[in-house]
Every structure is written in C-alpha cells, then in structure tokens.
C-alpha cells in the first residue's frame, strides 16, 4: 500500500555549536528572551551539547529498516536531517505515496496536530503522505512500559508508588483534555498488574508562572510523597517514546537530585526506544491501513486513522 516509510520526530543539537540555533528553531515567533534560550542550552551542554534524539532516531530507522520491505526515510521538525529535505529525497526517490511514523504517541496540538501541519508545510506534488495513527494504547506500546515498570520495580519495596510522568502542556492549549485523557488511561493499564499506589504527575513545564499548565509537577509530588513518609518510587516516563532530553535532564538530574535530598530511592523506568515489540507495533500500524485488525489495550480503543481538519488545531 505504501512505497516508503516517513520517520518524522522533533530533532535535537548535535554538538555544543548547535544548541542555540536549535533551541531558535523550537522557540520561533514566541519572543522567548535569549537568557532562557541561554539557561535551557546549559541543559544540552551538561551533555556536551548533544541531544540524545537524533541517536535514537538512527537507532531505530535501522531497526525498521530491517524489519520492512519499503524504504526508511527520517526527517525532523527542529534540527537536521529537516523533514523538508526528507520528503523531497523520497519525491526525487521516485515515492508516491508514504506512511509517517511520528515520535510522539498522543494526541492534541503539540503531540499530533503541530507534526500533521508540519507535514502540510512540506507537502510536495505527486508525494500523499498519510500520518499512522495515535499510538499510545498499541500494546507495542504500552509492552516496553509494562517491562521497563517491572524491572524498575525490583529492589523497591513493596509499596513503593509508581509515579507516571509526562511533558506538561498549559491548560487552553487545543487537546489537552484528550491528552489528558490518554495518558491517564495508559497509566491506568500499565498500574494494573502492579497493585501499587500510582499518580500522573507532569513535567518539563515551560510557560510563564501567570499559565496554567498541567499540574502537579513531579518535583512537588516528590516532596509531597517525602512530606508523607515515603522513601522509595518508580518513575515510568509513559509521555515519552525515547530518551529525549526531558528525561535525561529534567528526571535523570533534576528529579533524581531532589531524589537524594529527600533521602528517597528513586528508579527511572526505561522509554520504549527501539524494543523489539515498538519496532513491530510500526509494522502493525503499517499493516492496519490494509485493512488488518487495530489493537488497542485500556478503555479507549484504537484511534481513528485521520481526525477532522480541525481537531486541536490552534484558534479552531
């Protein structure tokens, strides 16, 4: 049915000259002062300027293209290779017609609606790109969390809660109550065969104080777990498909140092990357435009394959 697959994802610095012009390219036409630019590259730069995406990225285009029969190609929003430059090799390639793999499992404007406008931006004659569907209840999803919980899980003591992470998003952006929605049941279904306390908390917030945002924060839920004589959790990052710099910084230094004053143990649980069964879950995806069975785990069955023109569109 399609003669290539489109890996499409957010793009990250790749050494220390990289990180502003990046962090230019994520913050264009909001007016963000150049000092938070500054102070949100020393993030980058603790890691010698690198962002672990674009590995991850590398990773598991190799792992796909193993495992297909159609050709891989990989384009970013924010950094190169530019999702632009991807589909004008796949319309010189000879491609007409591609299915788009999209590093982000949810739905809402900055999960799924701002990559669909991205993939109008670039559209080209001659070239359909139809986006795969919202992903976040495939059990080749949720599997990888479900193990990486488990594993997280051993050592800890019994009652230890499982604290559900995810980037946090202000309250009037388009989707957020589906968002909202879809995490909560995912973390519903990956909690159920622990028999642990459990929470969403959310992350990575980066909106002025005077906006609403998702909430709580997992730095207060920590102090509040502490405040209630807690000493030991698990963090299972379920908003995010790989190691992106959120969780590296914002849970694996940030959220772990706050950790260590509290005198807490603290386990984070490992993103699906390029597991062997979220590689296969693409191939399924692929599958299901064919007509073959859409699976979906939780309570809110398998997304539809395209949303109206105006869902979580911004000003709609």
Not at 173 to 186: H, I, K, M, S, V
Not at 199 to 209: A, E, K
Request: hydrophobic fraction near 40%.
């Amino acid at each position: 049915m399609y003669d290539a697959l489109l890996l499409v994802s957010f793009g990250g610095p790749e050494g220390p000259d990289d990180v502003i012009p990046f962090l230019e390219n994520v913050t264009r036409g909001r007016n963000i002062p150049r000092a938070r630019l500054e102070q949100v590259g020393e993030h980058y730069h603790r890691f010698g300027g690198i962002s672990p995406i674009n590995s991850q990225c590398r990773t598991l285009k190799a792992a796909l293209e193993a495992s297909l029969d159609i050709p891989v190609y990989w384009g970013n929003r924010n950094w190169a290779p530019y999702l632009a430059d991807a589909v004008q090799q796949m319309k010189d390639g000879g491609v007409r017609r591609a299915a788009a793999f999209v590093t982000s499992a949810y739905g809402g404007y900055s999960c799924c609606r701002q990559y669909l406008d991205d993939l109008d931006r670039v559209a080209v004659e001659g070239l359909r790109i139809d986006k795969l569907r919202v992903y976040f209840n495939h059990p080749g999803f949720v599997e990888p969390f479900v193990e990486a919980t488990r594993t997280a899980l051993e050592g800890l003591p019994g009652d230890a809660p499982l604290i559900f992470t995810a980037h946090s998003v202000p309250l009037a952006q388009p989707g957020r109550e589906r968002y909202e929605a879809e995490l909560t049941d995912l973390a519903t279904t990956v909690a159920a065969g622990f028999g642990r306390p459990w929470r969403l908390v959310y992350q990575s917030r980066s909106g002025p104080p005077a906006q609403p945002w998702l909430e709580p924060d997992i730095r207060d839920h920590l102090t509040s777990l502490h405040a209630s004589g807690v000493t030991a959790a698990a963090i299972v990052p379920i908003g995010f498909v790989s190691d992106h710099m959120e969780v590296v910084y914002d849970l694996d230094v940030e959220a772990a140092d706050l950790a260590a004053k509290l005198d807490m143990t603290v386990v984070r649980a490992a993103t699906p990357g390029a597991h062997p069964r979220f590689v296969a879950m693409i191939g399924e995806l692929l599958a299901e435009r064919s007509g073959t069975d859409r699976r979906a785990l939780g309570s809110l069955g398998p997304r539809p394959d395209a949303c109206p023109a105006d869902c979580c569109k911004m000003g709609a």
